[in-house]
């Protein structure tokens, strides 16, 4: 309900929410995640499509980590993985890590990013390019705080902000 995903060149072929089929090897992420499969698009088709979060508000946080599991597969140069964040709800983007090459299945990315701490319009971005190029598979978004009160937790399964003491704001 309050993830986004955007088609930027138009093509309809964009994130999906399920599981990747029919794939060798398919990603050894676990139930539905986020994903995009430029391969099962055919040869011909490009795609350029962005999954991004909704805006979260860490005025209050001295220290954010983004961590999640993911699985990219690249075909030759065709293909690149990007993750961004933004400190303005989505006007200017930052890039965080690209991926162009075969990643580990899955390989899990962890790491602190400091300028999130104390912004009030933070968003994530993932943005994932290719033509006829397999896929990029995105599994247990976590982006944890610590500084404020409470310490929060958010993951696209609850899609919103559950606090330590275990309710959800």
Request: charged share 5%; net charge negative; proline share 4%.
């Amino acid at each position: 309900n309050c993830w986004s995903i955007t088609d930027n060149n138009s093509s309809g072929q964009t994130w999906m929410i399920g599981a990747i089929t029919g794939e060798s090897p398919n990603p050894a992420l676990t139930g539905n995640y986020a994903y995009l499969n430029s391969d099962d698009y055919g040869s011909g088709n490009s795609q350029n499509s962005d999954l991004v979060s909704p805006v979260f508000d860490l005025t209050a946080y001295s220290s954010v980590t983004l961590s999640f599991k993911h699985y990219f597969r690249q075909y030759s140069t065709s293909s690149s993985g990007t993750l961004s964040y933004s400190l303005n709800g989505g006007s200017t983007w930052t890039s965080i890590q690209s991926w162009t090459a075969t990643s580990a299945n899955p390989a899990t990315f962890s790491q602190t990013i400091t300028a999130l701490a104390g912004q009030s319009q933070v968003r994530l971005k993932w943005n994932y390019t290719g033509t006829w190029a397999y896929y990029w598979g995105v599994d247990d978004i976590q982006l944890t705080g610590t500084g404020g009160s409470p310490t929060f937790a958010v993951t696209p399964s609850n899609q919103s902000v559950a606090a330590a003491t275990g309710n959800t704001t």
